[in-house]
């Protein structure tokens, strides 16, 4: 059965009973013409839109995975600020003729993503439109000070979480050979299917929030989103493209594929992992913090300085030797 | 000069110079991964999207006045709760080829909107897509308690602002013959392209908040709204058809084109009214707040009151005559 079937309303119903209850944070969920919230201390809020064929192909993905998709990269956003996300609305767009089981299987990805990042799914809009969009709003609360991006300081330390370019490895195999081969590659799918926002990991680092300067998450390629932070701060981020970690998942795809794993690590996108300018006598500690906590890996790639001639950018170098910059993703 | 071909860094810098600088309550607006929000007191969260060929026509209305109404219909869902607006992101999808003059001059509705009714666009996202979409999330702060759906009583009087049907009139005009010939059909028109939220009302009314026991914004159509208050507060919400105010210019219209103004008015939508269930003993002080405050007409178009059989509903009175219910706005 397709949307065009049936009632908006009791389709409604049905999409919020597949949700979980309201967190306690939310005192009125789906139904009325807004939700209401309980007071907010530091509120951030911002959006993020996954597009059909722009973002994700359906015969890529399971409707489950992109609503826990469509949900995670805007929490990814609370994590970039030190925030733990509370509520979420989801504007929707859907063809006419989409199948009301795709609908709920969506929903369901949305509550997977709602379960584990303890936030509730507030309230949305439902509309006809030839492409599916899904568009997400999120507010969360901050814990310690904002993690924002003018914030890094000259000679700050650059740590990223997890490994960058697994994302684009899984996204290449999508494109040019549908299916992973290996575990390898099944690995890489799986992180550019399922990202995992780094909500845990910001939280553990801060326990030492006075060494935490910025923050960005990398979902547009770590040069493009370092540049942010450089551009921001008016600092020159060095980088050296030896240390950034590439793990064994995106080197023996790339191997496969005869690609290049630095330049999915340098530009690819998606991979939704943070990169945090620290106090230098803190990194070291801040890693352990949270590898501890959440056993994800966190590598210094570089360090903050002032800039020469005022030129505030990404420097990045491999073997000493400078290296030209990646294009980062265009949104247009 | 299209959006291909501009950087989007640089589009996102010259849009936020169009706004108008952040309210006091927004620390930190658009440039990061987040916007931070001053401590909220009772916040209520909400969105609603525009969509190409379903919502509007770019040959119907301007992108200033597009701009206007995608914030509109979200500080409507702000008003229908009795709360204030503080900040709004917009989700933009937009085709390549779109002129980048077309996209600030959407900006500049935006501003228009925003100054109005004192919020900040706090933040966004843009992607290209094959068709127009707006996606506004938007939260506010109620000044009171929430005028929820649920919260109507047997023998509440029900009110409505302004003169439904406006809107369905003008949008009957750009559909049948695209430029409204009179007076009468461009004040339909206008109403239809840049509705008013009813803020400004609702907060002059909330002087008698014990005495407002539910609302909603009737931007689906009046009784199809009306129901959801029926539903929710389960009982019948009994009208009088011969209550609901006709504008002269609804009227005109509406004998222009060979229309009925009472179907508009019922089932028309897209008005962004209020519907109140108020105390009876308190309905006229309250239409006179609104009336005094803002010059908005408010009338009294029925009451409500504990159904027969349990069975919640909108009744429709005509003459004395029961008449048969409208189809209201489907979204699919």
Chains 1, 2 share one sequence.
Not at 28 to 52: H, N
Not at 144 to 163: M, P, S
Not at 186 to 212: N, S
Request: aromatic share 6%.
């Amino acid at each position: 059965m397709s949307l065009s079937n049936r009632n908006e309303f009791n389709l409604i119903e049905r999409w919020a009973e597949i949700l979980p209850a309201p967190r306690p944070k939310v005192l009125l969920g789906i139904g009325d013409d807004a939700a209401c919230l309980a007071d907010l201390k530091a509120p951030v809020f911002s959006c993020d839109a996954l597009i059909e064929n722009v973002h994700f192909r359906t015969d890529w993905m399971t409707p489950r995975q992109l609503g826990w998709k469509s949900l995670a990269v805007n929490i990814s956003d609370m994590a970039a600020m030190g925030a733990l996300p509370v509520a979420v609305t989801v504007s929707l767009a859907l063809p006419p003729h989409t199948a009301t089981d795709w609908v709920e299987e969506l929903y369901r990805g949305f509550a997977d993503a709602a379960e584990r990042f303890n936030c509730t799914v507030a309230g949305g809009d439902t509309a006809k439109a030839g492409e599916i969009m899904i568009n997400v709003a999120i507010i969360g609360e901050l814990t310690a000070h904002a993690l924002r991006r003018d914030g890094a300081r000259d000679g700050d330390a650059i740590l990223v979480t997890g490994y960058p370019g697994e994302s684009a490895a899984g996204l290449t195999i999508l494109q040019t050979q549908s299916k992973p081969q290996t575990a390898f590659e099944k690995h890489c799918v799986e992180k550019h299917l399922l990202p995992q926002p780094r909500i845990f990991e910001i939280q553990a680092a801060l326990k030492m929030h006075d060494a935490i300067h910025a923050a960005i998450d990398i979902s547009d390629g770590l040069v493009g989103d370092a540049a942010h932070i450089a551009n921001q701060s008016q600092l020159e981020l060095v980088i050296d493209a030896e240390s950034i970690p590439l793990s064994v998942n995106c080197e023996q795809t790339a191997i496969a594929l005869g690609a290049d794993p630095l330049q999915w690590a340098l530009a690819g996108g998606e991979d939704y992992e943070l990169l945090l300018c620290v106090d230098p006598s803190a990194a070291g500690k801040i890693a352990d913090l949270i590898q501890t906590a959440t056993h994800t890996p966190v590598h210094q790639i570089g360090y903050c300085r002032k800039p020469a001639l005022n030129a505030a950018k990404v420097l990045l170098y491999n073997n000493n030797q400078e290296m030209p910059l990646p294009e980062s993703w265009r949104h247009f």
